[in-house]
């Protein structure tokens, strides 16, 4: 079966940086977009970031400038690189993935979740 498994997040000092993976099995996962989402306690998990399976990059405007998102198909890993963290970024991260490719990103169009990892910055 398809499983989705984030590793790297923690607490971090604000204008510190993270790395998060997302190791992924069960799939052909250079066929999948995969983004990242969070979620905090009373808001609706929201997007972050996404990268196509031709390598598009999309990025909510919120972490736009302090995130990037890479992949690397021969380990069917998917990475998110957030830097100068700031306490707002405080969150449940989750990785997912899409049989499809649309702008923007939503949660209605990933058909595969992992289960997160928390990040914790600290002012």
């Known amino acids: 079966q398809v499983q989705l498994v984030e590793s790297g997040g923690g607490l971090v000092q604000a204008g510190g940086s993270l790395r998060l993976s997302c190791a992924a099995s069960g799939l052909t996962f250079s066929t999948y977009t995969m983004g990242w989402f969070r979620q905090t306690p009373g808001k609706e998990r929201e997007i972050v970031a996404a990268i196509s399976r031709g390598g598009g990059t999309y990025y909510a405007d919120s972490v736009k400038g302090r995130v990037r998102i890479s992949r690397d198909n021969a380990k069917n890993t998917v990475y998110l690189q957030v830097d100068s963290l700031k306490p707002e970024d405080t969150a449940v991260y989750y990785c997912?993935?899409?049989?499809?490719?649309?702008?923007?990103?939503?949660?209605?169009?990933?058909?595969?979740w992992g289960q997160g990892t928390q990040v914790t910055v600290s002012s």
């Open positions: 997912a993935a899409s049989s499809r490719y649309l702008y923007p990103p939503i949660e209605g169009n990933y058909n595969y």
